[in-house]
């Protein structure tokens, strides 16, 4: 049976549940209250808050700041519908990050969006894809140096990309050749979750047939988007995330302006013909994909980019050092990420 | 002349409704009009813009048949090696005794590629190689069955996803609009909401001239046009550049069947001016057909004459470049022998003669 971090905490939690599990302990005797382990983690969290890092890649024009304002309900992008008149496309890519804390619930959480202005918008592309691979492995570069310390702090600021959305195109035919690209070289270094933009542009059926292909695309050119099969432990697991993975990637609209239809407010937008509702799953996913991002695999995303690809760097990365020991700044400048 | 005038006022009154002096050559442009219908008219229009923007469907909708019966989309990994390919189809339509021969390029493969640097250098060249056919037989012996086939126009798709032009379509109107004439045409209008459209629009023109791109202009409604063709015209040209939505699919709307796309939210009506700019793009096309044509001739065409014929050099034929360029370079040694020799020529001549007024004169 899979050992992976995942399912340690899986079974740590149904052997709480009070039941007097069969995973081979001694029958308790009375009650002594270890289950209440769940609600000191909770209310742990709840004071120390939780980092969030999603990075959105896809060319200009494709919502991306929208929907990610869409998605956590809260301005977290400036850069929205209203385009700034001097707004240019840079020459290079560029990395941009901005941080917001937002709560719920009491809950606390310190979202960082990655913007990668420039992505896909030249004419010629070629390894456009590079400063964003950079961008990734500096910052496990960074946990690693924290992390390899003699002192080391009490919580390590964690800047590692979680989630990596990244945007297609709504073209009707096909993946474009740089978005194949993209995904075969990063799908091994960052969780990356494709969904398909600005997806009012297509009637159900043409959508219904352009996710079909590029699934069958994505398939075809062995690109593992996440959630990963390889990382399902159990039957539960493998069960809920193959009802996800046959949904992707999620068709959505974003909205940040609200409209009133048949008595209700609602996100949307407004057209001669009608009002697309980014809630109604009959107009598209977005309630899906927030539902699948968000209400369930939101601490999942944290755990795959720190027990697998972050492993996945940091063993690399120590075997070319030779050995554990703490790596000084020199040695990172001139290490070739 | 004068005698048959005289014998119609003899005559005090005439079958006619023919005032004295009238001498009939008014009636010269229904004779040509006539001419013109027999003949039937040729117009080539190019559609460029990358794949997916609905360029097949727009113009199945715009001319309400299919020309593309067999069309295959391909995948991502068969478009890795394809380059810009250039692919015409011709159509004879035929609406109340006026014939139609409409040829559309199409340009599959543009703007794909990852490094799209190099995708249009074979559009310019088709271009071109109409101009020059048509320079060839214009220039040639038998000029009864002259071929039209130079491009009179080229749509150009815009996406209607980005916040303006893209450096592409900068970099790729710069380069024809001294060649042909451009039409800027958002693709896919119905993922635009109505203030998003016109922030587009206005974007756009901006871009435009901040470029320096030289797009077709509406000509300016004649005075003696009726006040009708005249607003027309107006409104043409205020909404440039034209956003359309095309569809091949019959929905039923409000009771009636409409050409459209079914949404769960709604259907956009490609016919109807308040959901999209198509009519006003098919009337100006099917209005200016006329001057798409002679611009094309008078201006774009002139204007590779005149810079093919000082270039100098053979007038290509349908001939491969390869046999042309030896043909000329034989030409020219040959020119260069020649010349060679009559030096030569001259050269003994004035030996001899100046060898005889030293001697004196040679019998």
Redesign the interface.
């Known amino acids: 049976m899979a050992n992976t971090p995942r399912s340690r905490v899986n079974l740590l939690s149904k052997a709480i549940s009070g039941t007097h599990s069969s995973t081979g302990g001694s029958t308790l005797l009375g009650y002594i209250g270890i289950d209440t382990i769940i609600e000191q983690m909770r209310k742990k969290t709840m004071k120390t808050g939780f980092d969030f890092n999603i990075m959105v890649v896809g ?5 991306k700041s929208t929907l990610v304002n869409t998605l956590f309900k809260s301005q977290v992008s400036r850069r929205s ?1 209203g ?1 700034a008149r001097d ?1 240019k ?1 840079p020459k290079t890519v560029e990395i941009k990050s901005v941080s917001h804390v937002i709560e719920e619930g009491g809950v606390k959480m310190k979202l960082t969006l990655v913007d990668t202005p420039g992505f896909g ?6 390894n456009c894809w590079e400063p964003i691979s950079k961008f990734i492995n500096e910052q496990y570069e960074k946990f690693l140096k924290e992390e390899v310390n003699i002192t080391r702090k009490k919580r390590i600021p964690d800047t590692r990309v979680h989630c990596c959305l990244y945007f297609i ?13 993209f995904m075969k070289r990063l799908s091994h270094s960052v969780n990356i979750i494709p969904i398909i ?2 997806a ?2 297509m ?2 059926e043409e959508r219904q047939e352009f996710k079909q ?1 590029v699934r069958k ?1 994505l398939e ?2 062995g690109i593992e988007f996440y959630p990963q099969k390889e990382f399902d432990d159990d039957m539960e697991d493998k069960s809920d995330n193959d009802k996800i993975r046959e949904a992707m990637p999620f068709a959505v609209v974003g909205s940040d302006k609200e409209y009133q239809v048949n008595g209700k407010r609602v996100l949307g ?9 980014v809630e ?1 799953p ?2 598209c996913e977005f309630a899906q994909l927030r539902d699948f991002l968000i209400r369930s695999h939101l601490q999942d995303l944290k755990e795959v980019t720190h027990n697998i690809h972050y492993e996945t760097y940091r063993a690399k990365r120590l075997n070319e050092n030779g050995g554990l020991h703490p790596i000084s700044s020199s040695d990172t400048q001139e290490s070739n990420l | 002349l004068a005698q048959s005038y005289k014998h119609w006022n003899d005559q005090g009154q005439f079958t006619n409704p023919e005032t004295p002096g009238y001498v009939g050559f008014a009636n010269l442009p229904n004779q040509v009009h006539r001419k013109s219908v027999k003949k039937g008219f040729e117009f080539t229009l190019m559609v460029v813009g990358e794949s997916g923007l609905g360029k097949s469907t727009l113009i199945n909708s715009l001319f309400l048949t299919d020309l593309y019966p067999e069309r295959v989309i391909p995948g991502a990994a068969e478009k890795i090696e394809r380059t810009v390919q250039i692919e015409a189809s011709t159509v004879e339509i035929e609406e109340r005794g006026v014939k139609l021969r409409l040829t559309v390029v199409d340009t599959p493969g543009y703007g794909d590629a990852i490094n799209s640097q190099d995708c249009f250098s074979t559009i310019i060249s088709y271009i071109d190689d109409q101009f020059e056919r048509y320079l060839h037989d214009e220039s040639g012996l038998n000029r009864r069955h002259i071929v039209d086939n130079r491009v009179h126009c080229c749509f150009y798709f815009i996406s209607p996803l980005g916040h303006g032009l893209k450096p592409l379509d900068v970099q790729f109107m710069k380069a024809i609009h001294n060649k042909v004439n451009v039409v800027p045409v958002i693709a896919k209008a119905d993922t635009l909401t109505l203030r998003e459209r016109e922030r587009l629009k206005r974007r756009i023109l901006d871009e435009i001239d901040e470029h320096g791109i030289k797009i077709y202009h509406l000509p300016d409604a004649e005075s003696d046009e009726d006040e009708d063709f005249k607003e027309q015209t107006r409104i043409l040209k205020a909404s440039i550049p034209f956003a359309v939505v095309g569809s091949n699919q019959q929905i039923e709307a409000k009771g009636k069947k409409v050409r459209g796309r079914l949404y769960p939210w709604g259907v956009v009506e490609v016919e109807n001016p308040e959901h999209n700019d198509f009519l006003k793009l098919r009337t100006m096309l099917i209005t200016h057909m006329q001057d798409l044509q002679e611009v094309t001739q008078d201006l774009h065409y002139e204007n590779f004459r005149s810079d093919r014929l000082k270039r100098g050099g053979r007038l290509k034929g349908p001939e491969p470049e390869e046999m042309d360029k030896d043909m000329i370079l034989q030409e020219k040694e040959a020119e260069l022998r020649r010349m060679q020799e009559m030096i030569a020529k001259m050269q003994a001549q004035m030996q001899k003669q100046g060898d005889g007024e030293g001697e004196g004169q040679h019998v």
């Open positions: 060319h200009s024009g494709l919502g519908a385009w707004e496309i918008d030249q004419i010629n592309n070629d195109s709504p073209t009707g035919h096909s993946l474009r050749q740089l978005d194949i690209e933009a600005k009012d542009t009637t159900t292909r695309e075809m050119s937008r407004k057209t001669a013909w009608g009002v697309v509702e109604n009959n107009h």
